[in-house]
């Protein structure tokens, strides 16, 4: 029959005999744990402690532990502490509590620098083979969807692709013009500032017009819809994923690749292009209207300037990226929101991660594109 437990202190000079009592079970866990915590201060002042357990009269694994953590409590001050009067019946049981956590953890073996350096670099190098093999291998899937729409033309989605067109085209066009606008004003001032001191103010509007036309027009615009569209693919995707919506398709016997995928990027490589050109057209009137209000330089000027210093072959060069700048970026974010795992904190890491990589491709493919045409003299 349980009985209430009870701890008892008795004081003999220095040190201190304990003498537990009664019922030491989980039913009286909070009793326990307030008898163990009363006589902690008593315990600390010690110099010896004795516990003897005889009038125990029921011990289970929690009072077993308690009256364990009370010997060890004294015996980590560098403390003698002993156990007397166990009762046969329950010698087995403090004998395996008093082996939990004995043992130290080993310590951690010291890595030699260059060798962690190096594991590192491996390290790196095989997460990015993988996401080669992930970058391929969803290229490969969207290349075959294709065909089969190019097969089977009312297999594409109408109503999906216009509704992606209307969210990464038509909604993104106000902060694409504010931002273009913003550019090609900021070019043309720092380039007066400058040209002036050397009397070549008009060469500002050459500036303005091929970097906008052949570089930073298509790339501000791409890097703005990777952060703005791409993001947004991957959270989409990667929120289906983990409420198991795209295996729901897959049960249904319909390809996630058609349904999701293909309608989002066709739509990106569509609006790319022509958030470009507004983007351009947008940079080169900001460039204006500096070099009027700033540079004294009229419309009619820069306009004829304009004329004679950009060719339209600067503006096939932007053109001909932004399809391929789309592609990139919707392939990456569609695989990055594939790779969510069933947690928002791998929703979250995705997402980041297929900004960055967008971002970071698009600004490779800029450069490679650079050296070809400079190649192929365009």
């Known amino acids: 029959?349980?009985?209430?437990?009870?701890?008892?202190?008795?004081?003999?000079?220095?040190?201190?005999?304990?003498?537990?009592?009664?019922?030491?079970?989980?039913?009286?866990?909070?009793?326990?744990?307030?008898?163990?915590?009363?006589?902690?201060?008593?315990?600390?002042?010690?110099?010896?402690?004795?516990?003897d357990i005889s009038g125990v009269r029921e011990l289970d694994t929690l009072g077993a532990w308690l009256l364990e953590k009370i010997t060890r409590r004294a015996a980590h001050a560098?403390?003698?502490?002993?156990?007397?009067g166990v009762a046969d019946k329950y010698a087995g049981?403090?004998?395996?509590?008093?082996?939990?956590?004995?043992?130290?953890?080993?310590?951690?073996?010291?890595?030699?620098?260059?060798?962690?350096?190096?594991?590192?670099?491996?390290?790196?190098?095989?997460?990015?083979?993988e996401d080669v093999v992930v970058f391929l291998q969803m290229l490969g899937a969207l290349c075959f969807a294709a065909l089969r729409v190019l097969r089977r033309p009312r297999a594409l989605r109408l109503t999906s692709l216009t509704y992606q067109l209307y969210r990464v085209g038509w909604q993104a066009i106000p902060i694409v013009v504010l931002i273009t606008f913003l550019i090609g004003a900021i070019i043309a001032q720092q380039g007066i500032f400058?040209?002036?001191?050397?009397?070549?103010?008009?060469?500002?509007?050459?500036?303005?017009?091929?970097?906008?036309?052949?570089?930073?027009?298509?790339?501000?615009?791409?890097?703005?819809?990777?952060?703005?569209?791409?993001?947004?693919?991957?959270?989409?995707?990667g929120s289906m994923k983990m409420r198991e919506e795209i295996d729901a398709l897959s049960t249904m016997g319909l390809d996630p690749i058609d349904v999701l995928i293909l309608p989002r990027i066709v739509a990106l490589?569509?609006?790319?292009?022509?958030?470009?050109?507004?983007?351009?057209?947008?940079?080169?009137?900001?460039?204006?209207?500096?070099?009027?209000?700033?540079?004294?330089?009229?419309?009619?000027?820069?306009?004829?300037r304009l004329h004679d210093?950009?060719?339209?072959?600067?503006?096939?060069?932007?053109?001909?990226?932004?399809?391929?700048?789309?592609?990139?970026?919707?392939?990456?974010?569609?695989?990055?929101?594939?790779?969510?795992?069933g947690s928002a904190e791998s929703l979250g890491k995705q997402t980041t991660t297929s900004v960055v990589k967008s971002i970071f491709l698009v600004i490779v493919l800029d450069g490679l594109f650079a050296i070809f045409f400079a190649s192929v003299g365009m």
């Open 1 to 51: 029959m349980a009985t209430a437990p009870v701890l008892t202190a008795i004081s003999i000079g220095d040190a201190v005999k304990l003498q537990p009592g009664g019922s030491w079970i989980a039913a009286n866990v909070a009793v326990l744990e307030k008898l163990a915590a009363d006589i902690a201060p008593q315990l600390d002042r010690a110099a010896a402690v004795t516990m």
């Open 78 to 84: 560098g403390r003698a502490a002993d156990v007397v």
């Open 93 to 129: 049981l403090i004998e395996e509590v008093s082996q939990v956590n004995r043992h130290n953890l080993a310590p951690p073996v010291a890595r030699n620098p260059i060798a962690a350096k190096l594991a590192d670099l491996g390290t790196a190098a095989f997460d990015t083979g």
């Open 194 to 237: 400058h040209f002036r001191k050397f009397g070549a103010d008009s060469y500002v509007v050459d500036m303005v017009g091929i970097l906008v036309l052949r570089e930073l027009g298509v790339l501000i615009v791409a890097i703005m819809v990777a952060g703005r569209s791409g993001s947004a693919y991957t959270a989409e995707l």
């Open 269 to 304: 490589i569509l609006a790319l292009p022509v958030l470009a050109f507004i983007g351009s057209m947008a940079a080169l009137y900001g460039g204006g209207l500096v070099a009027w209000f700033y540079g004294g330089m009229g419309p009619a000027i820069y306009i004829a």
């Open 309 to 341: 210093a950009v060719s339209i072959a600067s503006f096939e060069v932007g053109m001909i990226k932004a399809p391929f700048m789309a592609l990139v970026i919707g392939i990456v974010a569609c695989s990055e929101g594939l790779r969510v795992k």
